[in-house]
C-alpha cells in the first residue's frame, strides 16, 4: 500500500512539473517581437546565443551585432562569412532552406563599432539604437589570458563602463546581460598562463572613513579606471619601445 502511495505522489507531482514546464520558464515569449543588441557578436559565445535566439525564438525582432570593421561593407562581410556561412548555423539554414539568408539579413544588422569609445564608436547607429533597443548583451571581452594590460582595460573595463553609458540612454530598455570574462578554473590546455589552481573573484571594495567596507559606487569606479589608465600612461612613457609590450603584460598581471 506504501508503494502504491508513493508511485501516485510521484506521478503527481512529476505531471505537476510537466504542465508547469512544459513550455520552459517563459524566455521564448519574452524574445518575441524584441529588439536586440549583442557585442562581441563575431566571438564564441555571443554566435552560440544568436544561434539559439534565431533557432529556437525567431519571432525576434531584430539583432543588432556590434563589430569592429572599417566600414558598413566590411560589416556586412564579416558578418556573412563568420556568422551566415558558419557550420554553427546549420540547422537554422536546413529549417530556412533557399531562405535562409534572407531571413538572416532581415534578422542581423550589423553594427560598425568599438566598445573601448564613447557611445561604443558607433556614429551613424547610435541614435536609431537608443529609441530601439530594449535588451543588450555584452559578450565583448579580451580573453587572452596574459595580456597588455591596456588592451585588458580598454575591452574588459572600460567597455561595460562605456556600455552601461549607453544602455541609460535606451529608453525603451528592458535587460540587460553582463557576461563575464572571469573564469574560475584555468585549464593548462586552453590558457596559457603561470598561474594555477582556482583564482577567485573578489568584491571590489574601497573602506569608508569608519573602516568598513563598501561596494563601489559608479564615481568612485571612475576613479579607479582613470587612475588604472594613468598607470598604462606612465608605462608607456617610461618604457623603451622595444621592452614596452612585455612590461605591459607584466603590469596586467599585477594588478
Not at 146 to 155: F, G
Amino acid at each position: 500500500m506504501d508503494i502504491v502511495f508513493f508511485n501516485v505522489v510521484i506521478e503527481e507531482v512529476l505531471e505537476y512539473y510537466r504542465k508547469e514546464y512544459y513550455n520552459g520558464i517563459g524566455i521564448e515569449k519574452f524574445l518575441q517581437g524584441k529588439v536586440l543588441f549583442i557585442t562581441g557578436a563575431t566571438g564564441f559565445l555571443a554566435k552560440v546565443l544568436v544561434e539559439k535566439i534565431l533557432r529556437t525564438s525567431p519571432d525576434v525582432s531584430k539583432m543588432y551585432l556590434v563589430m569592429r570593421a572599417k566600414n558598413k561593407e566590411d560589416a556586412y562581410r564579416r558578418l556573412k562569412t563568420e556568422l551566415l556561412d558558419a557550420e554553427l548555423f546549420k540547422c537554422v539554414k536546413e529549417k530556412y532552406g533557399k531562405y535562409y539568408e534572407a531571413f538572416m539579413m532581415n534578422k542581423l544588422v550589423p553594427v560598425v563599432g568599438n566598445v573601448s569609445q564613447y557611445d561604443l564608436g558607433m556614429e551613424d547607429s547610435a541614435n536609431e539604437m537608443k529609441k530601439n533597443v530594449q535588451i543588450i548583451v555584452n559578450s565583448a571581452a579580451y580573453t587572452s589570458f596574459y595580456p597588455r594590460y591596456d588592451d585588458t582595460l580598454d575591452i574588459n573595463a572600460m567597455g561595460p563602463y562605456h556600455l552601461m553609458d549607453f544602455a541609460k540612454k535606451c529608453i525603451k530598455l528592458e535587460l540587460f546581460v553582463h557576461i563575464s570574462s572571469v573564469i574560475e578554473f584555468f585549464v593548462p590546455a586552453y590558457v596559457n598562463i603561470p598561474r594555477t589552481g582556482i583564482i577567485m573573484e573578489q568584491k571590489l571594495c574601497l573602506p569608508n572613513s569608519m573602516g568598513k567596507e563598501n561596494l563601489v559606487s559608479e564615481s568612485s569606479s571612475t576613479v579607479i579606471l582613470e587612475n588604472e589608465r594613468k598607470l598604462v600612461s606612465n608605462c608607456k612613457k617610461t618604457c623603451a619601445d622595444n621592452v614596452i609590450a612585455e612590461k605591459l603584460k607584466e603590469l596586467g598581471l599585477q594588478r
